[in-house]
């Protein structure tokens, strides 16, 4: 086991696109997606010890312990006396479609893995994620990806740098509720990544969403004047892109100001340090 504390950046996350092509027997859903990490989220600092307990500390205090995807990945690494005191410093939203979640659950994987000394690859790490969540397995290979089956067969892919402007709805989005409304659509014909850079491409929840959810619809309204807003993921944030910080942040700075937003660059490389990836 390695001495000292470990602090890292827990990054959020883009859909870029999002089409559901099917349903499995098992309830899953298939789907196509391009992940775009973004040099900004939830801060952590891991500290290693032999108590053999897990401990966390943080600032949100909305979801109990035993759902919460930090715990549930330590204990999936946990043996003998291994422990480990994890603080968390909120910052990605609840139900915002951003990853924060499976992105701190990939992270306690990466970072534990390392501190304990354990040894396993980012295959055997991914497999773990993927017991946790769909979007978990994306954060632990560290790299923007073109996504398909359940989110899990991931292709890496490099993107031109971007800037993102990202408005946070006072809302919340149930993810089970939108995935089980019947008028979902999940029969979209697959597409080539070529397409996607043709922009023939949509997030299939959006309609619904917009509809279910008035906030949302407004934000995509209010984004719409500065370039073509889209929904992220299942959640509730919109965002449209920029060549570059300046036209990002001339764009954030005529939002009214009871608008939430969040300027984050994207990134093909996660910022987890070097060592972990």
Known sequence: ?????????????????????????????????????????DQMVLTPNQSGEIT??????????????????????????????ITLHKCIPTGAGLGGGSSNGATTLVALNRLWDLRLSQRQLQALGLQLGADVPIFVGAHTAWAEGIGEILTPIELPERWYLIVVPDCHVS??????????????????????????????????????????????????????????GTGACVFTSFDNATQAREAKEQ????????LARGVNTSPLPTELL
């Not at 999002?18 to 196509?32: F, N, V």
């Not at 939002?255 to 969040?262: A, D, K």
């Open 56 to 85: 966390l500390e943080s600032n949100d205090v909305g979801i109990p312990p035993e759902e919460n995807l930090i715990m549930r990945a330590a204990a999936l690494l946990q043996c003998g006396t291994l422990g480990a005191h």
């Open 1 to 41: 086991m390695r001495s000292g504390a470990l602090s890292v950046l827990s990054p959020a996350k883009l859909n870029l696109f999002l089409h559901i092509t099917g349903r499995r027997s098992d309830g899953y859903h298939e789907l196509q997606t391009l992940f775009q990490l973004l040099d900004w989220g």
């Open 255 to 262: 939002l009214p100001e009871e608008m939430t937003s969040i």
């Open 175 to 232: 993810t089970a509720e939108i995935f089980s409304h019947d008028q979902l659509t999940r029969n979209t014909i697959p597409i080539k990544m070529a397409a996607f850079f043709e922009r023939d491409s949509r997030n299939d929840f959006q309609q619904l969403v917009r509809r279910l959810y008035p906030k949302v619809d407004n934000a995509l309204e209010v984004l719409g004047d500065f370039g073509e807003a889209k929904l992220t």
